[in-house]
């Protein structure tokens, strides 16, 4: 039994590849006007499911290809979008501290913002003007919109700045009209996130309205010196601490923040009045 069903099977073998011959014989033979008609008909009735998943496979792969490059041109559209945002404000900045060098009355020198001068140091900036440019120690520096903080240390062509925000940071400051007098310092409590000053000593009879206006007086105090007057610190947010009804100590928020700024100006004379200058910022 399995020695006959081995013989059909070898019989069937050799009629297939007997059959497979004569077709293939056939087909050379034939025409190729008729061989595009088999294949056509071939094509359009057994191969048709193949084909068919051959066009579908191109499509995703043609597919595949746009959306990667759809993804780059979008990721190269942000790209430029973010740095002609950052251009955009630097170029604003940059205008704005121009247009205050025209109104200073005093001898000063422009700066760039480099980077902090330490890695973990926060509250200090390094700026590309140095002894060589006049720059000293103590000497005030300003943005456009107010007051920075002032000069610690001086090199050949840097110096490093310490900022309003650093908590040995003291100045004396005074409302636009000059009725209200008080120290400006960094505000220590809140949130973290957020850094504001505060206005110290104000007289428990003096009532400040949020909005308020806050500048240099141009009196000496504490470290930093003595400040030019007129240069804004900040405006009144809220009332802070009230000190047995002798003193009260209102938040402020400040002009300038030290991590937005890219340019600013180092004071080389303190003994004008710098009022005027800032008159043209908006309320």
Known sequence: MTFASERYASRRDTLAFIVCLLLSVAARMTPTAWHDRVSEGLRGTLLRPLVAMQGWAESVKITRQRFARVVAERDSAAVVATLADALREENAQLRAVLGLRERLPTR??????????????????????????????????????????????????????????????????????????????????????????????????????PGTRVYTSGLATGEGGIYPRGIPIGTILSVGEELAGWARTYRVLPAVHPASISHVIVLLDTRADLTGAFEALPP
């Open 108 to 209: 000063h020198v422009a700066a760039e913002v480099l980077h902090q001068s330490l890695p973990t140091d926060g509250y200090t900036l390094l700026i590309s003007a140095g002894s060589r440019q006049g720059v000293r120690v103590l000497a005030p520096v300003i943005a456009s919109g107010g007051l920075v903080g002032v000069v610690r240390s001086v090199g050949g062509s840097t110096s490093v700045v310490v900022a309003w925000a650093h908590p040995d940071f003291r100045a004396s400051a005074m409302t636009a009209d000059g009725a209200v007098f008080g120290i400006a310092a960094p505000y220590g409590g809140g949130d973290p996130g957020r850094l504001l000053l505060e206005l110290r000593g104000v007289p428990y009879r003096e009532q400040l309205i």
